[in-house]
């Protein structure tokens, strides 16, 4: 009997073995090894991508907010964590008892949106602020497809979705903590289902669960707003009294009772959503203490609830395959109990529907080839890609490219390309608030269209995700980066991990857009052992996350002799493309000195000089030589493109930078006012004279390429 059992296992493993489940028409040749295309089974991440396409609730709006700058409201006076913290939400349940706080009665800030522009006592603020926001459950419209109503609904998940909150942020729901996320710059969520308050019963069905602004992308499902926090803008005498305020809204969002009658929130019916952000810089941090921009704080980016069914698609890479023009080639990753599915692809447009079936862990890796409109700057064509699984159904709209160097050579689609780039921050158009919206993101693309470019660099960190999903549709090329800036902590262990998590997001959330072609994993960072080794590690991550895209840096040049500059930053070795900032002629002599430079590099690749330029303030005119003039600036860009011309090995240009930026670091009156003037476009948003050198320079260039 023993023998028999032992050869029946024997059989069942060999079976297996000889044709994992996952073995279906299009999917990886046997061999294969695990995670080849970056994915990597669920438990790693839980990131949810492509929330444009997803049913969501809209928290965006006016949060109430406690300003904290001792951080009264986390720990106790013995500086330990304390249980009773702001993220009850207390109410003092009668005249004797004693509660120092009260959300209600507080300021309101708009979210999305940084805090420092909003306010100006906020300006140069760092540290905590509590946000709270609360929503009852929307009641979405029973019986449409896709649409459910998740609390008490089988099948039903619900996410808390932050596009990004600069810095450190502890969440918590209805008084528990969720969870912690630290980096300003990528998104993060945090699952609800079980934190979730049921309505009361007297709430089912009232009406004032819905009203909406947004147009839904699910048709379906409506898009609701909670904004009961300002209830519109608040007249400046009524500031936080609760009741009085009335907004130019209809009157049936003011007939929801706010109620507030014990310290557990309890008596508040809605769910409350509580954040602290805290924007404090850390020498341990990334970026570090000193960064050449404005530390802006606060839930930058939209907050949303994105509700899923049990089992849903949450994360996907479909891309061509490396060096490929028409091998897709990508993998899918299930979340939820029911991992072993059918999967389905589609591509309407290009005939494609391939079928596939998902492991244990959810996940399944495929390739196969497609005839497909490639995705390029001149023709910037999008595809829709429908993925369907047995419980659920996305829709994406993706772009397909190839990107690979040879040589000094970036090629496009196979082709020579040169990146005629710009590199820009995540300053909101004539504004000094951060960037955050669609419209930020076509005015600043438009404008860098409109200087004839191709490319631009994003710096120094992600930005929101309208920049590359705009970038996709008008046909930008993009480099994306994490804040491993200037001088971090090369051995700190949590560093490295931070920076990491940092760069996982980043390319989590971008991976599947076809104008990103450049992940950079630092900016001017200085030569050494221990930051070679730290960003080796992160080029290994960058690398094993997404094996389609280019990588590199921004580095600096040395000089084999008085106007000699060398690329040859060690670290030159690990990356596909070497960039390279230079401020010959500011911060480096004067601009006739590019006259003087030939470059030269050790290494048989693409270089781009990722930085170049000098400041001028806008309007102010004088001669060439006069500092801060846009003559000044003009006459330095016609210089640096002179001695940019005679780099053979150059393979793109962006300079630093398309509008003017705040920074702390810029404090001369009357020029900067906290103003980094180096931008080609000023924070009025007037072109300066170096604008249209720029603009000229890359349509010669464009001549050249036709
Ligand atoms: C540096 C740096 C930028 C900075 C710029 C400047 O090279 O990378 O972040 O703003 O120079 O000095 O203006």
Redesign the pocket.
Same mark, same amino acid.
């Given at each position: 009997m023993k023998v028999v059992k032992l050869s029946f296992v024997l059989i069942l493993f060999f079976a297996i073995n000889a044709y994992p489940l996952s073995t279906v028409p299009g999917t990886l040749p046997k061999g294969t090894p695990y995670g080849a295309y970056g994915g990597r089974p669920m438990a790693e991440r839980n990131l949810i991508i492509n929330v444009d396409h997803r049913p969501t609730v809209s928290l965006n709006g006016k949060w109430r907010v406690i300003i904290d700058p001792y951080e009264n409201g986390y720990y106790d006076y013995r500086y330990l964590p304390s249980k009773n913290g702001y993220f009850k939400n207390a109410k003092a349940r009668n005249k004797t008892e004693l509660v120092e706080y009260d959300f209600d009665k507080s300021g309101v800030l708009n979210v999305p949106g940084d805090w420092n522009s909003q306010q100006d006592k906020l300006f140069f603020y760092e540290g905590t602020i509590w946000y709270k926001k609360s929503f009852p459950l929307p009641r979405l419209a029973s019986g449409d497809a896709g649409a459910s109503d998740y609390q008490g609904k089988p099948n039903t998940r619900v996410f808390v979705y932050f596009g990004a909150a600069n810095y450190h942020s502890i969440v918590y729901l209805n008084g528990q903590k969720l969870g912690e996320h630290t980096g300003g710059f990528t998104p993060f969520n945090f699952e609800i289902t079980r934190h979730v308050r049921e309505p009361r019963p007297s709430q089912e069905g009232s009406p004032s669960a819905v009203s909406s602004g947004r147009t839904n992308r699910v048709s379906s499902i409506p898009t609701v707003h909670f904004d009961n926090e300002g209830r519109g803008e608040p007249r400046p005498s009524q500031e936080g009294s609760p009741s009085a305020v009335s907004s130019g809204r209809t009157n049936r969002v003011s007939s929801i009772p706010t109620v507030h009658f014990d310290n557990e929130g309890r008596g508040e019916k809605d769910n409350f959503l509580i954040v602290k952000v805290d924007n404090k810089r850390l020498r341990e941090g990334v970026p570090t203490l000193n960064t050449? $921009?404005w530390n802006y704080g606060g839930l930058t980016r939209r907050v949303e609830l994105i509700e899923v069914p049990e089992t849903f698609i949450r994360d996907y890479f479909i891309q061509l395959k490396k060096g490929s023009l028409k091998t897709i080639a990508g993998w899918i990753q299930l979340d939820g109990k029911q991992t072993s599915q059918t999967i389905t692809v589609e591509i309407p447009e290009a005939n494609v529907k391939q079928t596939f079936n998902t492991n244990d862990d959810g996940y399944v890796e495929f390739e196969f080839d497609a005839e497909l409109q490639l995705w390029s700057p001149e023709n910037p064509k999008l595809y829709d890609v429908i993925i369907k699984s047995q419980t659920d159904s996305l829709t994406d709209s993706i772009g397909f490219r190839s990107v690979k160097t040879e040589g000094t050579k970036i090629l496009l689609n196979g082709k020579p390309i040169f990146l005629r780039g710009i590199c820009i921050h995540e300053q909101a158009p004539k504004s000094k608030a951060r960037a955050y919206s669609k419209e930020h993101a076509e005015t600043l693309l438009g404008w860098a269209k409109e200087m004839n470019c191709n490319f631009v660099r994003l /710096?120094?960190y992600p930005h929101n995700e309208y920049m590359p999903r705009t970038a996709d549709r008008l046909g930008m090329l993009v480099w994306s980066e994490i804040p491993v800036y200037w001088t971090i902590l090369w051995e700190n262990e949590s560093t490295l991990k931070n920076a990491l998590s940092q760069l996982t997001e980043m390319i989590t959330r971008d991976k599947n857009r076809a104008s990103v072609i450049l992940w950079s994993v630092a900016?001017?960072t200085p030569v050494g052992d221990a930051r070679n080794e730290f960003l080796k590690t992160l080029v290994e991550r960058a690398k094993s996350l997404d094996p389609t895209r280019l990588i590199t840096a /921004?580095m600096e040049k040395s000089s084999e002799g008085r106007n000699k500059p060398v690329i040859n930053d060690p670290f030159g070795q690990y990356v596909d493309v070497l960039g390279c =900032?230079e401020?010959i002629g500011w911060y480096e002599g004067l601009p006739d000195r590019c006259d003087l430079y030939t470059w030269k590099t050790i290494y048989n690749k693409p270089v781009i000089i990722s930085?170049f330029g000098g400041g001028a303030l806008g309007g102010f005119h004088a001669d060439k030589d006069t500092r801060w003039s846009e003559e000044y600036q003009e006459y330095l860009y016609e210089k640096q493109i002179k001695m940019l011309e005679k780099i053979p090995f150059l393979a793109g240009t962006s300079p $630093?930078i398309l509008t003017d930026f705040m920074?702390p670091r810029r404090p001369l009156p009357r020029i900067q006012d906290y103003w =980094?003037r180096?931008g080609l476009i000023s924070d009025k948003g007037k072109k300066k004279k170096a604008f249209y050198v720029m603009q000229r320079f890359y349509e010669k260039h464009k001549q050249n390429e036709q």
């Open positions: 050449d $921009w /710096a120094h900016n001017e /921004a =900032n401020y930085e $630093w920074s =980094n180096k």
